[in-house]
């Protein structure tokens, strides 16, 4: 009797999902709709000169799920999930405290409401809108909190022009009603040959109610006030300009650079340049890339609390070389190396300059 039950209730499970999962029973939303993600897992190798700790060998794990869907002819949502605490500039969770449980945060969740071809509306909590050639001044994992629009012009075959305004909430105190918030607009020009390609961005960010206050993501790096807050405001301009061409079959090699300029009376510059040369899609097994870049950014060219966190652990006042090589080892798997060597630009004379190395080894699947 008990096998019997068990294969009539297996039968019945069958049928619901296989009528559920008919196309003509799903609504729109499902039916539009695209789930991703990926999981990187991670060695990680930190060792600073000059101090009297050892080498630091850290183990990490990612997971990012997303799901984004068409909900009508012009409105669109999605949400992602993603592994990580509070911090804003890492999704990696750190494997120690005997098998503790990590947290699964919201990661993004935006609308996003497109009247016509050339034109976009995003808000929430959304990804990245702006174009930049690296990350001399974001981290890659910042998700920004506000409103941000798209324009886009295709002015011929070959010329693609795009305007980006945004609106970004910075923090909410519940004591003021000046609460800091970052007003942005980017200018960007992509040309695209037969061989060559080439993009050019530039960004003016303007910022309010920094100065005179303290940020809990900060690096601790910019220059404060004798109350431990923000002595700037760090409104800043900034550039960014790719050029590439394809040399091989599906291999490409690429000029890349960025420079910062805030508002600071000193320190308030900084700059990024590299070269990558590699396959155009990390998709199938034999694709590959290698990078090489430098980067300077000065002590207040830039809010700390927003540069890539594996470099000088996100400071300002930092400089240094980041190598960077990647193997496609099936499609949609790649083993990644990442090596970078860093130091400040000011520092007490009086002792060595500290120069800390970082090695990263990744193996990432994405679907």
Same mark, same amino acid.
């Given at each position: 009797?008990? %096998?019997?039950?068990?294969?009539?209730?297996? &039968?019945?499970?069958?049928?619901? @999902?296989?009528?559920?999962? =008919?196309?003509? +029973?799903?609504?729109?939303?499902?039916?539009?709709?695209?789930?991703? $993600?990926?999981?990187?897992?991670?060695?990680? +190798?930190?060792?600073?000169?000059?101090?009297? /700790?050892?080498?630091?060998?850290?183990?990490?794990?990612?997971?990012?799920?997303?799901?984004?869907? %068409?909900?009508?002819?012009?409105?669109?949502?999605?949400?992602?999930?993603?592994?990580?605490?509070? +911090?804003?500039?890492?999704?990696?969770?750190?494997?120690?405290?005997?098998?503790?449980?990590?947290?699964?945060?919201?990661?993004?969740?935006?609308?996003?409401?497109?009247?016509?071809?050339?034109?976009? #509306?995003?808000?929430?909590?959304?990804?990245?809108?702006?174009?930049?050639?690296?990350?001399?001044?974001?981290?890659?994992?910042?998700?920004?909190?506000?409103?941000?629009?798209?324009?886009?012009?295709?002015?011929?075959?070959?010329?693609?022009?795009?305007?980006?305004?945004?609106?970004?909430?910075? /923090?909410?105190? %519940?004591?003021?009603?000046?609460?800091?918030?970052? &007003? #942005?607009?980017?200018?960007?020009?992509?040309?695209?040959?037969?061989?060559?390609?080439?993009?050019?961005?530039?960004?003016?960010?303007?910022?309010?109610?920094?100065?005179?206050?303290? @940020?809990?993501?900060?690096? $601790?790096?910019? =220059?404060?006030?004798?109350?431990?807050?923000? #002595?700037?405001?760090?409104?800043? @301009?900034?550039?960014?300009? !790719?050029?590439?061409?394809?040399?091989?079959?599906?291999?490409?090699?690429?000029?890349? $650079?960025?420079?910062?300029?805030?508002?600071?009376?000193?320190?308030?510059?900084?700059? #990024?340049?590299?070269?990558?040369? $590699?396959?155009?899609? &990390?998709?199938?097994?034999?694709?590959?890339?290698?990078?090489?870049?430098?980067?300077?950014?000065?002590?207040?060219?830039?809010? /700390?609390?927003?540069?890539? =966190? +594996?470099?000088?652990?996100? &400071?300002?006042?930092?400089?240094?070389?980041?190598? !960077?090589?990647?193997?496609?080892?099936?499609?949609?798997?790649?083993?990644?190396?990442?090596?970078?060597?860093?130091?400040?630009?000011?520092?007490?004379?009086?002792?060595? %300059?500290?120069?800390?190395?970082?090695?990263?080894?990744?193996?990432?699947?994405?679907?």
């Amino acid at each position: 009797m008990k %096998k019997l039950l068990l294969v009539l209730f297996t &039968m019945a499970l069958t049928s619901i @999902f296989a009528h559920t999962a =008919s196309a003509a +029973d799903l609504p729109s939303w499902v039916e539009n709709g695209k789930v991703s $993600g990926d999981i990187r897992v991670r060695y990680q +190798d930190e060792d600073t000169s000059g101090d009297d /700790d050892p080498h630091r060998n850290r183990d990490r794990v990612r997971l990012r799920v997303g799901f984004d869907t %068409k909900v009508n002819d012009y409105w669109k949502a999605g949400f992602g999930l993603a592994t990580g605490g509070s +911090d804003p500039r890492s999704t990696n969770e750190t494997l120690d405290k005997t098998f503790e449980t990590p947290d699964i945060r919201l990661d993004y969740a935006y609308a996003l409401f497109s009247p016509v071809e050339w034109a976009s #509306l995003q808000a929430g909590k959304i990804k990245n809108p702006l174009w930049l050639p690296n990350d001399l001044l974001w981290d890659g994992d910042i998700r920004p909190d506000g409103f941000a629009a798209k324009l886009g012009w295709k002015v011929s075959p070959n010329l693609n022009l795009f305007v980006i305004p945004a609106y970004f909430i910075l /923090d909410e105190f %519940k004591s003021t009603v000046e609460d800091p918030y970052l &007003m #942005l607009i980017q200018a960007r020009v992509e040309l695209k040959m037969e061989v060559l390609y080439a993009k050019l961005a530039a960004t003016y960010y303007d910022f309010t109610y920094l100065e005179g206050n303290s @940020f809990a993501n900060g690096a $601790g790096s910019n =220059s404060l006030d004798e109350d431990e807050n923000l #002595l700037y405001d760090y409104d800043s @301009f900034a550039a960014g300009l !790719e050029i590439g061409a394809v040399i091989a079959k599906s291999i490409n090699i690429a000029f890349f $650079g960025e420079y910062v300029q805030s508002n600071a009376d000193e320190d308030s510059t900084g700059y #990024l340049a590299g070269i990558k040369v $590699g396959s155009k899609n &990390m998709k199938k097994l034999g694709d590959w890339k290698v990078s090489y870049l430098y980067r300077y950014l000065e002590r207040d060219a830039w809010p /700390d609390f927003l540069p890539d =966190s +594996d470099f000088a652990g996100g &400071m300002t006042n930092a400089r240094g070389s980041e190598l !960077e090589l990647s193997l496609a080892l099936a499609k949609n798997v790649t083993l990644g190396f990442d090596y970078y060597i860093t130091e400040p630009i000011d520092y007490d004379q009086d002792e060595d %300059k500290p120069k800390e190395t970082i090695m990263q080894v990744d193996l990432e699947l994405k679907w």
